[in-house]
């Protein structure tokens, strides 16, 4: 089945229109949408690889502007669900610790977000929602997505082909593979 709709998104990501789509999943992604951009910026690069560079950027610029809407939400939301929850298990004391912490290192905690496995909207909802500076988010996220982005489009670029082979060949492994990567970064996450 999921290689049915690898073959499926392979196909619509030649059309014209997909980088419009391209740009609505990289922006909710980092807000409210629980699946990753890099979902269509693979095919899209495997059906364009002389695009790789429009589709990373676009791909980059949207993850960052959705970001920026998880800050806001963080942000204005915060009082309304964040500080209801610590008050009703008395963390306040935990609470101040754990924010002090996070702003001393919130570009490093939205670097690793942005770049890794870790749910990206989780960290921008919280550095709003932290007050993390807006200008640290903005830098750590920009580096961290853009990184994240081209590295996965310029390899592609670069062995488009003999990745579209190895991707066909190996479909369930990978996918396999992915997933427990995904429930193992999950888990340390959550663990930390």
């Known amino acids: ?11 619509l990501s030649a059309k014209p229109r997909s980088e419009i789509i391209l740009s609505l999943v990289s922006f909710a992604e980092s807000s409210i949408f629980p699946i990753p951009p890099d979902v269509l910026l693979l095919p899209m690069t495997l059906a364009r690889p002389l695009k790789w ?8 610029i949207f993850s960052v502007l ?20 610590i008050k009703i298990y008395h963390l306040e004391n935990n609470y101040e610790i754990f924010k002090n912490n996070y702003n001393d290192n919130g570009a490093i905690i939205v670097f690793l977000a942005g770049f890794t496995p870790i749910p990206y909207k989780l960290i921008t909802i919280a550095s709003g929602g932290l007050q993390l500076n807006i200008l640290t ?21 670069i062995f488009g082909n003999i990745a ?8 369930n492994t990978l996918s396999t593979i992915i997933g427990i990567i995904v429930v193992v970064v999950a888990a340390i996450w959550l663990y930390l």
Do not use: C, H, P, V
Request: hydrophobic share 55%.
């Open 66 to 85: 959705g970001g920026m809407l998880g800050y806001l939400i963080g942000m204005f939301l915060w009082e309304s669900f964040g500080e209801q929850i």
């Open 1 to 11: 089945m999921l290689k049915k709709l690898y073959y499926k998104i392979l196909d």
């Open 137 to 157: 988010f903005l830098l750590a996220s920009i580096l961290s997505r853009g990184l994240r982005f081209f590295i996965i489009a310029g390899i592609i670029r």
């Open 164 to 171: 579209k082979k190895y991707i066909e060949k190996y479909f």
């Open 53 to 60: 560079i429009r589709l990373a950027l676009i791909t980059t």
